[in-house]
């Protein structure tokens, strides 16, 4: 198998652009229309064609496109499962969003280890946008985020939401909290939206961030008023650094767990998911 030619293949169809890709991949123009050619001769099909208007796929192409995704898909797992080989029977990779990692990490890994202890488990913390692409492309095996993206090979289901409560560095109502002290968060397109319809006055603040370490950082470094998830609202309060905004809607935020269509049922995935979802409980 020639992943070269499969990957050389997805990124054109992406950028539509034969230059372009060629900067992507770091390779030559000439490169990405030899691997497009060798590909093409087995197929004994044009999968482009390129005119002054650009690089446009045909039907053959478009046919090909889910096929060359799940074969991407493949070649990694494989890829991953043969060069980790030894007293484990199997790995698996993991991504969770970066809130969720802050309180959760640590937990779900020993939790995922009583349940599959002759399974290898890599993790890491990321936003959404960032692992549903590494999903697709075969990088992740499973993801914990906030925002999918219904993407035609992956599979999301809701496991449960996340709280978002606003506190403040000083003692107030909701209407003491001003837009110029106001440290915007946003931690996804949904909690965007929910923010705008229940605050609309504070949606224009001069700082924001999207990442609750960062807001917490912000606050303490700055003063003001901000949300956070309810345990570091929690934390804060109790070490005195900032006090809840009692009179302030809460904001939830839905989580989902994704993974590829394919191993959506599997035995190890749904323990991975089980494992979280009896954490989620508390947040």
Known sequence: MQVELIETFLD????????????????????????????????????????????????????????????????????????????????????????????????????????????????????????????????LDLAILYTPHYLPDLHYERIGELHYILVSTQPCDIAGVKPASYIRSSYSPAFDRAHRLALPHLSAAPLSAGQNMAITGLLRALGGAAYVTKATAERLSENGAATTVADAPVIPQAIYAATSLRTRHAHQHRKIIGAIEGLLFDL
């Open 12 to 139: 054109l169809m992406e950028t539509r652009s034969f230059n372009r890709t060629a900067e992507r991949l770091n390779i030559t123009q000439s490169t990405v229309s030899h691997r497009v050619k060798a590909l093409e001769a087995q197929f004994n099909r044009k999968l482009f064609t390129r005119s002054k208007g650009g690089t446009v796929p045909t039907a053959s192409g478009l046919r090909f496109l889910d096929y060359a995704k799940a074969l991407q898909n493949q070649w990694h797992e494989a890829t991953r499962a043969v060069a980790s080989a030894g007293a484990f029977e199997r790995s698996m990779r993991l991504g969770i969003q970066h809130d969720l990692a802050e309180s959760l990490a640590g937990d779900w890994l020993a939790a995922i280890r009583r349940e599959l202890p002759q399974t290898e488990i890599y993790m890491e913390a990321d936003y959404s946008n960032q692992m549903n692409r590494d999903l697709a492309a075969g990088e």
